[in-house]
């Protein structure tokens, strides 16, 4: 396993994270201990939840239950700040000094590595998130912070606002990104560059259609996500997007490489990049996500999987 700083911070990440949305629902506790066992073993350190995955905080449930003594063993990442089961929202000091809490309990932790604003609140000036936040570092309830699903504008004003007021910045951003979804690309990454952050990309296989099990014209695999998802499968599945995978697909197969290995290992190749977080329902899909990052792409060659999906 290889070891990348958090951008510019001082925190250790496995270069292949654990997304652990399908624990506390899709997956049962037996189930989510098989995967968090097969993840330690590989060396995954990276463990990224969130107080909405699972039934009613069940993601953060099955991994403070399953975790144990190896808790601080790992990077725990969780995430606040969408509408949960009892309605509670957003990024204002009152809702987040009762997040923080229901989350450390469920996770029975006494601290989250990072804690990550799950997506912006209009109606909350971001100074006053911030300042919050900084009260939970110096608490200790909280070690690092960061952001997910802002604009490239959003990031730059957050981070400006946190320097003008000496108050702790976001030491990354988590944010959707592959070789199929590259719009990050044109303004968001460089402002995550700019400012020393570093990038978690989410749904680093397109939402499965850069593993290799969707064969234009067949009918989807049983059991599929996108077949609960038909919008978002028209949106993936265009013929453009067709022709790239097709493309992609011939590209690591004449280098002895399946999709899923060129689809992380592109990822990995990406300076701003910290971690591929991934998630798993299987002890076998861990191992597969580790060995995925190993290709070492050239220059050239990724120069030619840019012509590709240009």
């Given at each position: 396993m290889q070891f990348r700083n958090l951008g510019r911070s001082g925190l250790r990440v496995s270069l292949v994270g654990l997304g652990c949305n399908n624990f506390g629902g899709r997956i049962d506790l037996e189930a989510t201990r098989k995967v968090v066992d097969a993840a330690i073993e590989h060396g995954i350190t990276l463990f990224d939840t969130a107080d909405i995955y699972g039934e009613k905080g069940g993601s953060e449930t099955a991994l403070g239950q399953v975790l144990g003594a190896r808790r601080k063993d790992i990077v725990l990442a969780s995430k606040f700040g969408m509408k949960m089961f009892h309605g509670g929202e957003g990024g204002s000091r009152?809702?987040?000094?009762?997040?923080?809490?229901?989350?450390?309990?469920?996770?029975?932790?006494?601290?989250?590595?990072?804690?990550?604003?799950?997506?912006?609140?209009?109606?909350?000036?971001?100074?006053?998130?911030?300042r919050v936040l900084e009260d939970l570092v110096t608490q200790g309830k909280v070690r690092y912070i960061g952001c997910s699903n802002m604009v490239a504008w959003q990031v730059a004003d957050a981070q400006w606002t946190a320097r003008d007021l000496g108050l702790t910045g976001f030491a990354s951003a988590q944010d959707e990104y592959s070789l199929l979804k590259r719009g990050a690309e044109k303004d968001l990454i460089p402002a995550i560059a700019h400012y020393g952050m570093g990038l978690l990309p989410y749904f680093p296989l397109a939402n499965g259609a850069l593993t290799g099990k969707y064969k234009r014209g067949a009918a989807m695999p049983e059991g599929?996500?996108?077949?609960?998802?038909?919008?978002?499968?028209?949106?993936?599945?265009?013929?453009?997007?067709?022709?790239?995978?097709?493309?992609?697909?011939?590209?690591?197969?004449?280098?002895?490489?399946?999709?899923?290995?060129?689809?992380?290992?592109?990822?990995?190749?990406?300076?701003?990049?910290?971690?591929?977080?991934?998630?798993?329902?299987?002890?076998?899909?861990?191992?597969?996500?580790?060995?995925?990052?190993?290709?070492?792409?050239?220059?050239?060659?990724?120069?030619?999987?840019?012509?590709?999906?240009?």
């Open positions: 009152r809702y987040i000094m009762t997040a923080v809490e229901e989350s450390l309990q469920r996770l029975k932790t006494d601290w989250i590595d990072l804690y990550q604003f799950h997506k912006p609140d209009p109606l909350t000036p971001i100074d006053e998130t911030l599929a996500r996108l077949t609960k998802l038909p919008e978002r499968a028209g949106q993936i599945f265009s013929e453009e997007n067709w022709l790239k995978i097709e493309g992609l697909t011939a590209f690591a197969e004449q280098r002895g490489h399946s999709l899923v290995e060129l689809a992380f290992s592109w990822l990995a190749a990406q300076p701003v990049v910290s971690s591929v977080i991934a998630g798993a329902t299987k002890p076998e899909q861990i191992a597969a996500n580790v060995k995925a990052a190993d290709w070492a792409l050239t220059a050239g060659e990724l120069a030619e999987i840019d012509e590709i999906v240009k």
